[in-house]
Structures are given as structure tokens and as C-alpha cells.
């Protein structure tokens, strides 16, 4: 947000990754949307600490012993790369990647039981995740990083590695709050297409997007908030596009109330569905894992009231030796589950595709 000293370029950043990797120290890194440079921390001297505070915030899906919400507090930042290179290295933590991906007859089968709960009226939309694994060297991470950067111009590219507890990265297009000159921003994303699609939107998309703006008006209406929303419109991020309605918040900024805020936000319908209770009461049971930090948030936040946190999509989460891609779409009783596994396909594209060429 402002700690000149905790920026640095990618090129320094990629120097900073790789001393953390090794050294098994909790970090993270993030080039938000349209920038050059990207803010680093590392905290050292004690354990990132588990729930709320002023750093880096790092949220779940729906947080449990395993998955619980932590910020790292640095007590190093982008400018102290020589002072981390001569800590000793902390204990190492085993990986946590276990399971096996969701195959596409399953996929199908897990689609079925949420569409056949919407037309049963327990819910107007759910969203449906699924896994990709692959082999991957961790010490690859700093170009992947950057190559990231690169794919994915408009999106907020993050990495935090908290060894045994959470280690992710990804490039996500979804703003869930973020503090303003006169208060603060956040944003309506559903539907996907590839990039450049010239038909109009069908209207499963149109009535998923809705779903979003509402629950948005909803939230900021329960928390006495006024906001000025921009008409809809499509926004491409890297290969694929999606519809987004903008929402201005006014509201000074104190660190109560935003809280409150991204407490009433998380996780949206763009990502978990309506209701919410009963979207995360059913998922976990229908799609038969955790989340993790899929669909969770991440981003920093401080005690003034000022943040700048994003849905954690388009994110891989990886240990020593592969990464996880985790993409998922929201589902409605108008939904076609093949429909649906083809979008998941079209998501991973541009992320698979810079796995493989970093």
C-alpha cells in the first residue's frame, strides 16, 4: 500500500522467492493489477499470525484446523535480501499435496447432484471446483512467478508460502476489496468465455452475474453502506472474458468496518453460490474435499482501515515437487454439465500453458 522499501522489480523479486523457498521462511509476494513492481514481506522471527491483522492476509474457503486464516507480519522486506540470504535456513515442513484429481465422469456425476439441488430449490446457484495436478519443481517458482506477470497484465499475481500450512500462487481477476481515495472498490465478476467471443451473452451468464451484483447490494446495504455501480460490461482477463459490474464505496476508511465488510463479501456467489450458508454447507459435502484456500481471499490490510484483497482463483497450490491447479464454475439450474467441464478446460488454458513454458 505504500512502505516504498517493501516493492522491489521482478528480476530482485525472483531473488527474494528463491531465498525463502530455500530457507523454508514464510513470505509472500504480489504485483497487483497494472504494475511494474510487486510488494514482498518475510516474516522470520516468529509464526504468521493465525487470523486477522495488519500484513498479509491469507483467508480460506471455509477455515478449519487444517485451513486456518493467517497474515504474515514481515520483519523483512524487499530491501533486506543479503540480511534474509544469512539467516539460517528453518526446519523443513513436508509438502501437503494428497489425493487424486476429479476425473470428468465424475465431474459429471458431482455437476448432476448441484443442478438437481437448484431445481429443487435449495439453492439458485453453486459453484462446482475441480483439480489438476502436475509434476513441477519448486525451485522453479520464481519464474513461474514472473512468467505470470507477464500472462496475466490486469490481474493481481501472488505467491505466500507458509511451509506446512499453505503454500499457493496464482494470477487472480477478482478484486474483493480495495481501499479508494473516498472510500472503497470492489467488483461483480461471473461468466467465461474465450476472449473475443463476438455472440451475446447467454443468459445462464447474464442471470450468474445478477446473482453476484445482488449479493453485493445486499452485503453493502446490511452494513448501511453507499455504493455507485458501473452498467455491466465484459472484461477480459489474459485468454478468457468475463461479464464484471464495479462497485464505489463511500465510507471512510477504519479498519472495523472493513472488516466487517470482507467478512460479509467472503466468499461471494462468484465463487461459492446462494445462499451462501447453504452454498457452504453443500459443497464441501457434494465435491467430497476441502478447498484449501481456493475461493478464499488474499492481500494486505493494515490497521488504518486500507486493504487491498483479492479472490484467490486462477491459483495453483504446490509443495516441493508438483502444483495443483484448483478452476471452477458457477452452476445454475439452467447449467449443461458438459457445458460446464469445457469452461473449467478453457480456464486452465493460459495457466497450464505457462507451467509448461516456465
Not at 474457503?61 to 523483512?76: G, K
Request: glycine share 6%; charged share 25%; net charge negative.
Amino acid at each position: 500500500m505504500d512502505a516504498g522499501a517493501a516493492y522491489c522489480n521482478r528480476e530482485e523479486l525472483g531473488r527474494l522467492i528463491a531465498c525463502c523457498l530455500t530457507r523454508n521462511i514464510p513470505f509472500y509476494a504480489c504485483r497487483y493489477p497494472g504494475e511494474d513492481e510487486a510488494s514482498f514481506g518475510a516474516q522470520y522471527h516468529s509464526s504468521p499470525v493465525r487470523g486477522a491483522a495488519s500484513g498479509f492476509r491469507v483467508v480460506p474457503f471455509i477455515e478449519s484446523e487444517e485451513s486456518p486464516a493467517f497474515t504474515i507480519v514481515p520483519d523483512y522486506c524487499a530491501a533486506d535480501r543479503e540480511a534474509l540470504e544469512a539467516l539460517p535456513p528453518l526446519p523443513a515442513v513436508p509438502g501437503r499435496l494428497s489425493g487424486v484429481d476429479m476425473g470428468y465422469d465424475s465431474y459429471i456425476e458431482k455437476a448432476q447432484r448441484m443442478i438437481c439441488c437448484m431445481k429443487n430449490h435449495e439453492a439458485d446457484k453453486l459453484v462446482l471446483s475441480r483439480t489438476i495436478t502436475v509434476a513441477y519443481d519448486a525451485t522453479r517458482m520464481p519464474r513461474l512467478f514472473d512468467a505470470l506477470c507477464t500472462a496475466y497484465r490486469d490481474a493481481c499475481v501472488f505467491m505466500v508460502s507458509y511451509p506446512g500450512v499453505c503454500q499457493w500462487v496464482g494470477a487472480t481477476p477478482e478484486l474483493l476489496l480495495r481501499s479508494a481515495a473516498d472510500g472503497y472498490a470492489t467488483m461483480a465478476l461471473a461468466g467465461t468465455r474465450p476472449a473475443g467471443s463476438p455472440a451475446e451473452w447467454p443468459l445462464k451468464e447474464r442471470e450468474e452475474q445478477q446473482y453476484v451484483s445482488d449479493y453485493i447490494r445486499q452485503v453493502l446495504c446490511d452494513c448501511k453502506l453507499h455504493a455507485v455501480s458501473t452498467h455491466t460490461y465484459t472484461r477480459q482477463a489474459a485468454q478468457v472474458e468475463h461479464l464484471c459490474t464495479d462497485f464505489d464505496i463511500s465510507a471512510p476508511h477504519d479498519a472495523a468496518a472493513r472488516d466487517a465488510l470482507l467478512a460479509g463479501l467472503h466468499p461471494t456467489p462468484a465463487v461459492a453460490g446462494l445462499p451462501a450458508d447453504v452454498a457452504k454447507r453443500l459443497i464441501p459435502v457434494i465435491e467430497g474435499r476441502s478447498r484449501r484456500y481456493y475461493g478464499g481471499y488474499i492481500g494486505e490490510a493494515d490497521d488504518e482501515g486500507r486493504c487491498r484483497c483479492y479472490v484467490n482463483l486462477r491459483s495453483l497450490e504446490f509443495d516441493a515437487r508438483s502444483v495443483r491447479l484448483y478452476v471452477g464454475g458457477g452452476l445454475t439450474a439452467r447449467s449443461v454439465p458438459a457445458d460446464e467441464w469445457n469452461e473449467t478446460c478453457i480456464k486452465s488454458q493460459t495457466i497450464l500453458s505457462v507451467l509448461n513454458r516456465s
